[in-house]
């Protein structure tokens, strides 16, 4: 390398990594914003994981509440924060999500959202309203004022630009960053947002109801593969191409009357208590004189670890992850009894007591982005066709909402949203689900560089596709292998 283009080189790298201006066991003493630093100490660089220093700490915005946080500081930092949401109910620190952005040079911030306890457990609000102020939207805040303040006082300069990634609640909280603190960070990815709160655990709760009022509609596991084989075939080939994938969701017009037991029942077939079920599971809840009060769920891709086992009908009636969550929310925040009877749910009564009481506080559904846009803000959302966590089109009609609000044209400057077929909840499915590393890349070049997104190409263990800005869908050019992108373009849906 030539001399001059070396010391260019060098001062370049020293601007994007700059000297540090205190010592990481200094930040000790350290008091950003409502936060008390509990730990500050240097770690070694192991692997790919560089050299940092590690803060803990706890804020406390209220009498009863306890928001652990965790931030991360590498020693070459390239001048950004990235935040990491929860899944579930939190009840710990994401440090999972931490790695992958201290590897690239960001400061990273979680934080355990005021509690600690497993995903599907809500033991922790039973009396608690301040604490679930904190898992609402409070800590996430908190968390990302404090980190803020940490990364001015160990760098001497603030953080540049801040990103936000969160998928599940993690979206919702990711939204509720959008919403209510616009100036928190800069590019928001919200993934299958669980916006929608209330009436997402009033749907599942509903639907628990239903099995335990006539056990024989329930579905077990054994016959989720004919009913996957069935929507497949009523509606693969729809997008111009069979690849076991349901391109077009909303498009499948699947009647599960098909599946009729004409003789005996098998693993082959439902009784006619399963095909009503099936019914309700895809069309969603509605309340008493037919309204609808959320949404349903898409066909295609009901097998699978990550599937209606493990979220919807469960390995047994009362042992699904919608069962475990609707009925904490409800017996734990709504009415604040542990002995709850879901069997005596009502859609219309309990729903609206739901939102009396939390929406407020838990839903993220404001189509008001007008300050987060007006401060530069970029926001992705994203949702997995296959989802059986939360619907998918709960993103669509939120993205939508948007629309409406801000007065914008089909794709507003500064929203994206891109539907992902056969993408289950926040990854997993037939679908390529790989693809955030791609998001982040161009969420980083809208925010920096003014570059809006278009298509971003996804990943699988056999195939790529792109991912195409909704209402774009991708459609097969006609020639070349299926399993590859490039043989793909995006259009308007037809």
Known sequence: MHLRHARQAAALLLCAFPALAATCESLASAKPGAATVTLAQPVAATGRVPAYCRVSGVIKPSADSDIRFEVWLPDQWNGKLAGAGNGGYAGS??????????????????????????????????????????????????????????????????????????????GRQALMEAQRFPGDYDGIIAGAPANYWTHLLAGATDLAQDIAREPAAYIPPSKLPAIQAATLGACDAADGVKDGIIGDAPGCKFDPGVLLCKHDDSDACLTAPQVSLLKKIYAGPHSKSGKPLYYGYEPGAETGPGGWSTWITGSGPDNSLGYKFSTQFFSQMVYEDAHWDFRKFDADRDIAAADRKFAATLNATDPNLKPFEDGGGKLILYHGWSDPAIPPVNAIHYYEDVQSKMGSAPTAPFVRLYMAPGVQHCGGGPGPGNFIGNMETALEQWVENGKAPDMIIAKGAERTRPLCPYPQVARYKGSGSINDAANFSCAAKP
């Open 93 to 170: 620190l994401n440090t999972r999500a931490m790695a992958g952005p201290l590897s690239r040079g960001y400061a990273t911030v979680t934080t355990d959202t005021g509690h600690e306890a497993g995903d599907v457990d809500a033991t922790w609000a039973l009396g608690h309203p301040e604490r679930i102020v904190d898992f609402g939207y409070r800590a996430i805040h908190e968390a990302a004022v404090a980190a803020k303040a940490l990364i001015a006082a160990y760098y001497s300069k603030p953080a540049r630009h801040a990103y936000f990634n969160g998928c599940s609640n993690g």
